[in-house]
């Protein structure tokens, strides 16, 4: 962002000073700029390769570039950001916004390759902050701030993102940025090793377990109505170990599905063979090893494998080096993320491992996608199907304050006195089955089936949580202060009255409410 923000800043400047900008935005692919930072988001977060963040980049920038190419599609990704996560807009948004240049909807193709960073995206629609989203990414292991990430990618499907790239370590480390050699000590911390992304390492050990200097190229990109898909050519950055390596990435089955897929020719003899995502949900393994289910915010993923190798199977490890890896203290010890793995000890010959990503529901039939080379995949012609939309989901007869038709993810919390609540839905023109919960802390879900098509249907994930029981009483709270009460209906003394109907609030950043237990005491437990 840091270059193309003061790239705009002068070119901006030449225009308002000398009537042009002589030529800089006609430069080779300068206009594609403003298009990366769209194309490698999602609702969830970014695409962050190498050492960069997840955050999403919030870029006035991109109304200029919408602006000077009249792309009003552009402009609309822009202000439905704003609008969606609340982004307050500064003096830069102001200067470059052309309200005449704003689409009323993202019209925008779905899917994107970038070449010579080598990143493809795919996803299943702009609009819907739950939307599949799927990146991939090639190019050079060695450029500054990057890892040994070739093949390495993110995937986010119901509101979450099931696979993460760990991002950055501490820049302070011995050597972080020494790049220049197969044992440089960059390619000692776990973060920027293969074995700390999301992709495949070979005979890994001391030093660099991909190629340190390897360029990587998505030879083939191809996009459709219903989905698409990229391959990389990962023999560069495999070539200690394969005489050939592809890695393909597909969202296909009307953009509901996604599928990773490796095909690996092995040099002579056997070889430890890896395969690594890393997630922060909960996985839970199949017993027979070929498929798992990763669950967060009540919401759960379908992870499925097909192999050429009948033993290969799915393991939960820790994400920290392998046995024989470099390690190094003062790293990140990566609390709270783990790794789906594959491991295949002795491998040899030709190798294929594919792997299926579905959203889950409890209790329903899911099945892998069928193993076909990749030099044989397609996506079909036609529209992409629009998927049925519920008109309203209620609990207990009352519709969700927040309902909207494509918003597909809700998490409830009541009070704690309340029962379980009864959903219901109706959707005009389509089928609707609904699965209550039994229990807090369980979701329900609403498939809304499309009358003409069973295949085409669309899933709502309720989670429903009930207040923890806090007495206020017990900790003798003997004071209540707040920085602000512009509401003289929503008061201080509201937080404390034990109805739900009322509150305290205050507008603004800094805003605080304050509770005086009268002296020092333990508090084991907070629920807000």
Request: proline share 5%; aromatic share 10%.
């Amino acid at each position: 962002q840091y270059t193309v923000q003061y790239l705009v800043y002068y070119m901006s400047t030449l225009q308002t000073a000398n009537g042009t900008d002589y030529g800089y935005l006609e430069l080779h692919n300068v206009d594609k700029t403003a298009y990366f930072p769209i194309y490698g988001s999602s609702a969830q977060g970014s695409f962050n390769i190498g050492d960069a963040g997840a955050g999403l980049v919030n870029a006035p920038e991109i109304f200029y570039f919408a602006g000077q190419l009249q792309d009003g599609g552009l402009a609309r990704v822009r202000l439905n950001q704003m609008e969606d996560y609340n982004w307050k807009g500064g003096k830069f948004d102001l200067l470059f916004f052309d309200p005449t240049c704003v689409a009323d909807e993202v019209n925008l193709p779905l899917d994107h390759y970038f070449g010579y960073t080598e990143v493809a995206s795919f996803r299943s629609a702009w609009d819907d902050k739950n939307a599949t989203f799927a990146a991939i990414h090639g190019g050079q292991n060695n450029v500054a701030h990057g890892n040994l990430d070739s093949g390495t990618f993110v995937l986010d499907m119901e509101g979450y993102r099931w696979a993460v790239d760990l991002g950055s370590d501490d820049y302070n480390l011995p050597g972080y940025f020494s790049m220049d050699g197969p044992n440089s000590q960059r390619w000692n911390y776990y973060r920027c090793r293969g074995e700390g992304q999301n992709t495949v390492v070979i005979d890994p050990g001391q030093g660099a377990d991909q190629v340190y200097n390897a360029f990587t190229t998505i030879e083939t990109f191809e996009t459709k109505d219903r989905g698409g898909f990229a391959v990389v050519d990962m023999t560069p950055a495999l070539a200690n170990a394969a005489k050939e390596a592809k890695r393909g990435m597909k969202l296909d089955n009307n953009r509901r599905r996604v599928v990773l897929q490796d095909e690996i020719s092995l040099q002579s003899g056997t070889h430890d063979l890896w395969w690594f995502m890393h997630t922060q949900s909960e996985i839970e393994i199949a017993n027979d090893g070929k498929s798992a289910i990763l669950t967060k915010g009540g919401q759960h993923l379908y992870v499925g494998l097909e192999c050429s190798d009948d033993s290969a199977v799915f393991t939960a490890m820790d994400a920290v080096p392998l046995p024989g890896s470099s390690t190094q203290e003062g790293q990140n010890t990566n609390s709270g993320t783990r790794k789906l793995a594959i491991n295949l000890p002795k491998a040899k010959g030709d190798v294929t491992i594919s792997v299926t990503f579905l959203p889950y529901i409890p209790g329903t039939p899911v099945e892998n996608a069928e193993m076909v080379p990749i030099s044989e995949w397609q996506i079909p012609d036609g529209e992409l199907a629009q998927p049925p939309r519920a008109t309203s989901i209620a609990l207990d007869g009352v519709q969700l304050e927040d309902f909207e038709p494509g918003l597909t993810t809700y998490s409830i919390t009541l009070p704690n006195e309340s029962e379980l609540p009864v959903i219901s839905a109706e959707a005009d023109g389509s089928e609707v089955e609904i699965t209550q919960v039994e229990d807090w802390g369980e979701t329900a879900y609403v498939k809304v089936t499309d009358a003409q098509d069973a295949d085409n249907y669309t899933y709502y994930s309720i989670n429903i949580k009930q207040l923890p029981k806090l007495d206020s009483g017990e900790l003798g709270i003997v004071k209540v202060t707040a920085s602000d009460e512009p509401q003289p209906e929503n008061n201080k003394d509201n937080a404390l009255d034990g109805d739900f109907n009322t509150r305290w609030s205050a507008d603004g950043n800094g805003v605080w409410l304050q509770l005086d237990l009268g002296e020092v005491k333990d508090v084991e437990a907070l629920g807000v």
